[in-house]
């Protein structure tokens, strides 16, 4: 019983920060670093400000990634990022990209 208590206490340990990953977090942990905190951010100089877009925009981007369709010559990189990702992930991450 003792041993099954620890596994279980182990298992939530490990799994309720997962569980706990909300769009910002996604956001803070796969887009700031290029993107900026508040969306602000010119990436590598090649992209529109994440701020200045649309939800539809974001949206269709973010899908677009996903499936290799969208991008220009850096699109490798953000293919990396989004395609891990879950189409709720990508909506909520969208959403959060819109309220900006």
Do not use: Q, W
Request: hydrophobic share 45%.
């Amino acid at each position: 019983m003792k041993y099954a208590f620890i596994c279980l206490a182990a298992c939530l340990l490990f799994a309720v920060p997962a569980l706990a990953e909300g769009p910002a977090d996604l956001y803070a942990k796969n887009c700031k670093g290029c993107h900026g905190a508040d969306g602000s951010k010119v990436a590598m100089g090649m992209t529109r400000p994440l701020n200045s877009l649309t939800l539809d925009e974001v949206k269709a981007a973010l899908a677009g990634y996903k499936s290799g369709t969208y991008g220009g010559e850096k699109k490798a990189m953000m293919e990396r990022v989004v395609k891990p990702m879950s189409d709720a992930d990508l909506e909520a991450l969208a959403a959060h990209v819109d309220s900006l």
